[in-house]
């Protein structure tokens, strides 16, 4: 079965620092996506970055960015220039190719520190 | 132009009640989910609809009984309402079988 792992519950960043957020994944299949989301206090679920599994290149978005290792089977986010309105919940997810359904992690609940 | 949209946002109910929430994307995506985030902010897949056809359907209580009128639409009907129903429900789309799901606002729902 596959599963989403985010071995930190919460982390605290300064502002204008650099924070890493862990995620680790379990599958089996060779062709999947994988994602962070990011939930404000608002609630709103807001898609941070994506990964397709066949691309070695790390997907970037401006202060965002991964790093990939597929054969760890690893994909932590960097938050570049930390700012106060990083601070949220945020979720790594994993999608099969195959499969219609994201599984999600527990979330690291991120501060920022001004 | 609100993507995917939610109604209500708040639910407050008595334990027994049935209630429904609906759900509407307008990006033209064939793919509608139901997740639910629980207190400890743990999101878990429900349903799953695909041109209106249920794809997805995990270990859900049969009190919960989605319905999509039409692609567009993918509504949430809870019967017999109970405690452990409180949470925040998602709704969420995407393009066909791939590509980025798409949240809508979320419905918190609070049983009395």
């Known amino acids: 079965a596959q599963t989403v792992t985010q071995s930190q519950p919460e982390m605290s960043v300064q502002e204008a620092e650099t924070v890493t957020l862990s995620c680790t994944y379990d599958?089996?299949?060779?062709?999947?996506?994988l994602f962070w989301y990011k939930q404000p206090p608002s609630r709103q679920m807001i898609l941070v970055i994506r990964?397709?599994?066949?691309?070695?290149q790390n997907a970037t978005e401006n202060r965002f960015s991964v790093n990939f290792q597929k054969a760890a089977k690893s994909f932590s986010l960097k938050i570049s220039d930390s700012q106060l309105g990083d601070a949220a919940m945020y979720f790594c997810?994993?999608?099969?190719?195959?499969?219609?359904?994201?599984?999600f992690g527990k979330g690291t609940r991120l501060h920022i520190l001004p | 132009d609100t993507a995917v949209s939610q109604t209500p946002k708040y639910l407050v109910t008595q334990m027994g009640n049935d209630k429904s929430i609906k759900c509407e994307q307008n990006l033209g995506h064939d793919t509608m989910y139901w997740y639910k985030q629980d207190s400890k902010k743990f999101l878990k897949i429900m349903f799953s609809y695909n041109n209106k056809e249920l794809i997805i359907n995990e270990t859900v209580p049969n009190r919960f009984s989605p319905k999509s009128p039409d692609k567009a639409h993918l509504n949430l009907h809870i019967n017999s309402l109970e405690l452990g129903d409180s949470a925040v429900y998602f709704c969420?789309?995407?393009?066909?079988?791939?590509?980025?799901?798409?949240f809508g606002p979320g419905t918190r729902l609070l049983v009395l």
């Open positions: 990964q397709e599994a066949y691309k070695q």
């Open positions: 599958t089996s299949e060779s062709d999947y996506y």
């Open positions: 969420a789309s995407t393009p066909g079988h791939k590509g980025t799901q798409y």
């Open positions: 997810a994993y999608r099969a190719n195959r499969d219609d359904k994201i599984i």
